[in-house]
Structure formats: C-alpha cells, structure tokens
T-cell receptor, first 114, second 113 residues
Framework: GESVGLHLPTLSVQEGDNSIINCAYS??????FIWYKQESGKGPQFIID?????DKRQGQRVTVLLNKTVKHLSLQIAATQPGDSAVYFC?????????????FGTGTSLTVIP | KAGVTQTPRYLIKTRGQQVTLSCSPI?????VSWYQQTPGQGLQFLFE???????NKGNFPGRFSGRQFSNSRSEMNVSTLELGDSALYLC????????????FGPGTRLTVT
C-alpha cells in the first residue's frame, strides 16, 4: 500500500523566514498530490495541488515542488506568518483510479515563533 | 455558500454503545467522504459516498458503516463502540467525479469511555 514519509513531524520557524515541509511517497503511479493545512480545532483546508506532469506550482506565498525521480514533494511557504501555524498534510492518492482515496498520514506540525 | 456542517460537534459514549454522526455537504456537492483522525494514526479514510452509493472504502472493520441520502447528506454509524474509536471524525465533500479538492467540516469529537 501507499506510504508517505514526512521528513519531520514537527517544524519550528521564525516569523518572516521561509518554511519548507518535505514529503516522500512510495507509489510511483501517483499522479496527483494535494497539500492541506489543518488549524487547531478545524478540519483540513486545501492549499495547493500539483499533477505529475508538472514539477512546480505556485500559489499565494506557497510553492510546491515535485520530484518524480526520487518520489519527493515539498511545500515552501514564503515569509512565514503566525497564521501559518498548523498541521500540514501531503496527500498523494492511494493508487491510480482510487477515486477520492488519498493518504494523509499524521502530517507535519508547523509552529511559527513570533 | 455555506460550508460543510457536522453534528454533533462533541459526543461522549460508553463502550458497547452505538453512535450516528451526521454531515451536510456544501450545496451542490454530490460526494461525501468520512475520515477518522487520531494522534497516533493521523487522518485515515473511512469511506466515500457518491449519489447514495458507496464508491470507496478504507480499511476499517464492519462496525463502521455509512449511508448517503438523496439530498447528499450523509450519516456514519459506529456500532459496539470500543475505546480505540475515540477520535475526531471528519466529513468532506466535493462536487463529484474528477474534482479531487475536498472541503472538510469541523469534525465531531467522539470520546468513548
């Protein structure tokens, strides 16, 4: 089955610095990846997605990089703010044609130090 | 547009009892998925319903079941509750096939004593 390894379960960064959250996946057939952010007391919220035919996608203050050769994803947050403190999930699909079955795992908890 | 709503938000039950949780998706969304979130296991997929049919199922025992109504509202049921069922149960909706982005509700916090 799918396994996802978040390189660090927790990450602390200084306000204003850039944050990088890394994620490795095992299923080479994964063709779509989503990053979610979950703030305390809330459900996860979609941040950004990327398809396997891309290696980079940018959003507002966030960039996702995909390296299919080594099966690695990263989420970069520019100028990290206190409101970015949350748990971040890298969610690859559990397999091709599995519909809505994505693997979330335990996430990376980001703490922004003011 | 109103977001995904879940009721109740908090629930305390005793081992052996059963529980029903409710989810109302975003208007127009036909797919509803359920997840269990615990500190140790993270966010795990339970099942997905689309147009009243279960489309996908995660690796959970048969004590966990669900259904979807014609208005897309969904319920999940857990029978014969165990202590290990204590978790945050999240519901997520999406418009339908081909749209992968999910919109999550705030969850129902279930505590089994």
């Amino acid at each position: 089955g799918e396994s996802v390894g978040l390189h660090l379960p927790t990450l602390s960064v200084q306000e204003g610095d850039n944050s990088i959250i890394n994620c490795a996946y095992s299923n080479s057939a994964s063709d779509y990846f989503i990053w979610y952010k979950q703030e305390s007391g809330k459900g996860p919220q979609f941040i950004i997605d990327i398809r396997s035919n891309m290696d980079k996608r940018q959003g507002q203050r966030v960039t996702v990089l995909l390296n299919k050769t080594v099966k690695h994803l990263s989420l970069q947050i520019a100028a990290t703010q206190p409101g970015d403190s949350a748990v971040y999930f890298c969610a690859p699909p559990l397999g091709r044609h599995t519909g809505n079955q994505f693997y979330f795992g335990t996430g990376t908890s980001l703490t922004v130090i003011p | 547009k109103a977001g995904v709503t879940q009721t109740p938000r908090y629930l305390i039950k005793t081992r052996g009892q059963q529980v029903t949780l409710s989810c109302s998706p975003i208007s127009g969304h036909r797919s509803v998925s359920w997840y269990q979130q615990t500190p140790g296991q993270g966010l795990q997929f339970l099942f997905e319903y689309f147009s009243e049919t279960q489309r996908n199922k995660g690796n959970f025992p048969g004590r966990f079941s669900g259904r979807q109504f014609s208005n897309s509202r969904s319920e999940m049921n857990v029978s014969t509750l165990e202590l290990g069922d204590s978790a945050l149960y999240l519901c997520a909706s999406r418009p339908g096939q081909g749209a992968y982005e999910q919109y999550f509700g705030p969850g129902t916090r279930l505590t089994v004593t």
